[in-house]
């Protein structure tokens, strides 16, 4: 049924993980199987993290390294360019070039293609706001999930790597550890803790994934998100097979209200996080303890 903006499929988006991570544990998240930038070492094969080991590159360091560049800056330049051409355009030569060095220089400091998406996937975790730790567990997790909502579409690149990494570099355990604090908090039963995390964050994450693919196919085609919303909405209205569910879709949107796609989107987000608090509020309130 189309019932809003953003619902329309995006072809010309990265592609999508099938599974968003969950945050409360780094075992929710399949290891990425070993790529072809990864090489066809053993190592390579068994490798799973960039974060596991800590060791150090096996390319040995020269000492004709470019002055100057180090990891970090590696990795704010991945981000940039992710953030510009996308997943499916990022190598290690447009980073090179970005940099002004060679694309070997690059292997002084880290092993694989694959090393940088995840270090460009947890640097851009820092982003995420810590919840204000005076507020009750609602409102903690309110501002959670919308800081993180404003992650994937700031950054549609990484909905896909979530789901591939392992994800548990410094930032994206930090906000593993704030997300735990809330839902301690709320005084569900242990059992029914990750129940609610992944009800939480699998539809921020769908919700996020959605919202930030739809406004990069609006950039692409030069319209604004009003104005896509509306052509699209006016080609499903002028087939008559479809008439049963535009003027269904009509009137729910209506019924909602917002005169423009970010205030339609935006009212869906509140009412639905929305409901999905008041759900473990109810099943805290027949299993669990008082919230804290």
Not at 36 to 62: E, F, H, Y
């Amino acid at each position: 049924m189309v019932s809003g903006p953003g619902s329309e499929p995006d072809s010309a988006s990265e592609p999508t993980s099938d599974a968003a991570p969950a945050p409360e544990s780094v075992s929710s998240a399949a290891p990425a199987p070993a790529s072809a930038s990864s090489g066809g070492s053993k190592d390579a094969a068994v490798r799973t993290s960039v974060w596991l080991g800590r060791t150090a590159p096996s390319r040995s360091r020269r000492t004709e390294s470019p002055a100057g560049l180090d990891r970090n800056r590696i990795t704010e330049a991945s981000v940039r360019l992710l953030d510009a051409d996308g997943l499916a355009k990022f190598s290690m030569r447009r980073l090179a070039a970005e940099l002004d060095v060679t694309a070997m220089s690059l292997y002084w400091y880290v092993d694989t293609k694959d090393d940088l998406l995840e270090l460009a996937l947890d640097s851009v975790y820092a982003e995420i706001d810590r919840p204000r730790e005076d507020a009750d567990w609602q409102d903690r997790l309110r501002e959670l999930a919308r800081s993180y909502r404003e992650l994937l579409v700031r950054h549609i690149w990484i909905s896909p790597l979530a789901g591939t990494f392992l994800n548990i570099g410094p930032n994206s355990m930090l906000f593993s550890y704030a997300v735990q604090d809330v839902i301690r908090d709320t005084g569900l039963p242990l059992e029914r803790q990750t129940g609610a995390l992944s009800a939480v964050f699998q539809f921020v994450y769908g919700f996020g994934t959605v919202e930030g693919n739809f406004k990069a196919r609006c950039d692409a085609t030069g319209l604004t998100q009003d104005e896509y919303h509306q052509q699209a909405m006016g080609t499903i209205r002028a087939e008559p097979h479809l008439r049963e569910i535009s003027d269904y879709s009509d009137e729910i949107m209506s019924a909602r209200g917002g005169e423009t796609v970010e205030e339609m989107r935006e009212r869906d987000f509140v009412f639905a996080l929305d409901l999905v608090i008041a759900g473990i509020e109810a099943v805290r309130d027949r299993t669990g303890t008082p919230a804290q």
